[in-house]
T-cell receptor, first 112, second 111 residues
Framework: NAGVTQTPKFQVLKTGQSMTLQCAQD?????MYWYRQDPGMGLRLIYY???????DKGEVPNGYNVSRLNKREFSLRLESAAPSQTSVYFC???????????FGPGTRLTVT | SQQGEEDPQALSIQEGENATMNCSYK?????LQWYRQNSGRGLVHLIL?????REKHSGRLRVTLDTSKKSSSLLITASRAADTASYFC???????????FGAGTRLFVKA
């Protein structure tokens, strides 16, 4: 039982490049989340998926797209990376009706 | 905008001392959670307190919630060097899927 896994762990992009961050969970959780963490800002919600087949915007969705590929996988795509998207990205999941979230180890993204 | 705001932003104590962190929030909540984040890692859920509860314990952790003041506190008793981490409060709303996190308190426990 690996919990929540994220790939890659580290990534450096040039401005304008695109990439997809991958997230998978093996706990049969219904809801999945993408957050970004910046120094002194805590975690900010980018997008979430309440259940398979649905996605909704969070607090800071601009510049990102998501895909809930199936119940296990929830990917985050940066179509045209900008330096302002330099951050640590966390994926999380939770089971329906339970508020506790389980987090992945994070992806450290630098955009130059 | 952040819902929860932790106080203090940073705290340094000696091993064996108690550590108290506070969290204030702005809107009505269904529950309040505390998470821990070790350096370079993801967040780990510590404890959840519901809006109809005033106090909850889990091992060396004690959480209080005052909904009239929209505030919560996390007390770690007899702290250890391994408690060194950032601690975040997070609020959940009834029927909602979103959890709003505060900016965190960085705790450093000196051995």
């Amino acid at each position: 039982n690996a919990g929540v896994t994220q790939t890659p762990k580290f990534q450096v992009l040039k401005t304008g490049q695109s990439m997809t961050l991958q997230c998978a969970q093996d706990m049969n959780h219904n809801s999945m989340y993408w957050y970004r963490q910046d120094p002194g800002m805590g975690l900010r919600l980018i997008y979430y998926s309440a259940s398979e087949g649905t996605t909704d915007k969070g607090e800071v969705p601009n510049g990102y797209n998501v895909s809930r590929l199936n119940k296990r996988e929830f990917s985050l795509r940066l179509e045209s990376a900008a330096p302002s998207q330099t951050s640590v990205y966390f994926c999380a999941s939770r089971i329906a009706g339970i508020d506790e979230q389980y987090f992945g180890p994070g992806t450290r993204l630098t955009v130059t | 905008s952040q819902q929860g705001e932790e106080d203090p932003q940073a705290l340094s104590i000696q091993e064996g001392e108690n550590a108290t962190m506070n969290c204030s929030y702005k809107t009505s909540i269904n529950n309040l959670q505390w998470y821990r984040q070790n350096s370079g890692r993801g967040l780990v859920h510590l404890i959840l307190i519901r809006s109809n509860e005033r106090e909850k314990h889990s091992g060396r952790l004690r959480v209080t919630l005052d909904t009239s003041k929209k505030s919560s506190s996390l007390l770690i008793t007899a702290s250890r060097a391994a408690d060194t981490a950032s601690y975040f409060c997070a609020t959940g709303n009834t029927g909602g899927f979103k959890t709003i996190f505060g900016a965190g308190t960085r705790l450093f426990v000196k051995a």
